[in-house]
């Protein structure tokens, strides 16, 4: 009898270490606390309806929205886990206003950042759709031991050394890329580990499905309509489906598998976007070209764009090569 080989997260991350000479073993650490924490929020997520941790925390976050009770929940859990790790030396959240430095003996001497969006799709949650949490690792610049600087954490996109995402969904994922390729990993809970289900995942270049907020159509520039314009358009030659769960996690995902577009453009009341570069577009724009997709503001590179602001916004286009270049030139008529 031959059984089917199994290779667990932990299993792939030493193979992919053992490949670099050079490597510390840090970066592999920094995925066994993501990994540890998003077992905790997978839990927590599972059974949110049975316990009291649905519903608002009642505050407003930096950004100036409702705070759900899991948002702070797995903020926390994030930035336990990656604290008693010790191999992190500051974290910057879209739950936090400034740098979360950490500076205990452990970490002091950590050359990682991590980026993250705790809690993605927030608004899903107390309906049960699906929700995600998106992370970035960068190194710092400055020398370790001293304190971390803004240029530390303001780095752009290309400089990521690793990005990735957990969905928590009808099964629970984690996706990411260390800049050589992309793989999702699913949670077998029978057995408590994440194992390679999907290797090497590959964005198709085309695809039929367009993601974006129909409701703020009235206030997007021109040149984003004409391309929402054509997709509804059933007359053109290829027929688009519009789907949208309003959780980017979700909504990416779904489009990188099967091939897609997500958008989320300028308005005339959010000039910038809605999403933010550091925990939202740079993650995702990484993990986008590493799947062979594409992923722009509808003008620029997102990986190139230079922070200048931890909670800074931008517009996003990204997915399928194809449908990112037909938006884009619509964009420039
Ligand atoms: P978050 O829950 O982290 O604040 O992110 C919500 C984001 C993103 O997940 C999603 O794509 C977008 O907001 C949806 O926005 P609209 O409700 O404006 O469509
Ligand atoms: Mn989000
Ligand atoms: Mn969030």
């Known amino acids: 009898m031959r059984l089917n080989q199994v290779i667990s997260l932990s299993q792939f991350i030493a193979d992919q270490q053992s490949k670099h000479k050079e490597a510390t073993g840090d970066l592999s650490k920094i995925f066994r606390d993501i990994k540890f924490a998003a077992k905790i929020v997978n839990r927590d997520v599972r059974k949110a309806g049975l316990v009291d941790?649905?519903?608002a925390f009642g505050t407003v976050n930096v950004q100036g929205e409702e705070v759900k009770k899991l948002d702070m929940l797995a903020n926390e859990e994030f930035k336990s886990s990656l604290t008693l790790g010790g191999d992190c030396c500051a974290i910057i959240s879209e739950e936090e206003e400034d740098i979360h430095h950490i500076e205990t003996t452990l970490n002091v001497n950590s050359k990682y950042i991590i980026a993250m969006d705790p809690l993605d799709g927030s608004s899903n949650i107390d309906v049960n759709a699906s929700i995600g949490t998106i992370f970035s690792v960068y190194k710092r610049i400055s020398p370790v031991g001293g304190p971390v600087t803004m240029g530390d954490v303001l780095q752009k996109g290309i400089n990521q050394v690793a990005a990735g995402y957990i969905i928590y969904g009808?099964?629970?994922?984690?996706?990411?890329?260390?800049?050589?390729g992309v793989n999702a990993f699913t949670l077998d809970a029978s057995i408590g580990d994440?194992?390679?289900?999907?290797?090497?995942?590959?964005?198709?270049?085309?695809?039929n499905i367009y993601s974006i907020n129909d409701g703020i159509y009235d206030r997007m520039e021109p040149g984003v309509q004409h391309y929402v314009d054509y997709c509804r358009n059933s007359t053109t030659k290829e027929t688009y489906s519009a789907r949208y769960i309003g959780s980017m996690v979700a909504d990416f995902h779904r489009n990188?598998?099967?091939g897609g577009i997500f958008m989320y453009p300028a308005t005339t009341d959010a000039p910038k976007g809605k999403l933010r570069l550091m925990f939202e577009s740079n993650p995702m724009a990484f993990i986008t070209e590493q799947a062979g997709g594409?992923?722009?503001?509808?003008?620029?590179?997102?990986?190139?764009?230079?922070?200048?602001?931890?909670?800074?916004r931008n517009p996003v286009f990204m997915g399928s090569t194809h449908m990112v270049e037909k938006v884009e030139e619509f964009m420039k008529q």
Not at 174 to 180: A, H, I, R, Y
Not at 194 to 207: A, M, N, V, W, Y
Not at 294 to 312: D, S, Y
């Open 53 to 55: 941790i649905l519903g």
């Open 170 to 180: 009808s099964s629970t994922m984690m996706v990411f890329t260390t800049g050589n």
């Open 194 to 207: 994440f194992c390679l289900s999907h290797p090497d995942i590959k964005i198709p270049e085309d695809g």
């Open 256 to 258: 990188m598998l099967k």
């Open 294 to 312: 594409k992923a722009t503001t509808g003008h620029v590179r997102i990986l190139e764009i230079q922070p200048t602001e931890i909670h800074q």
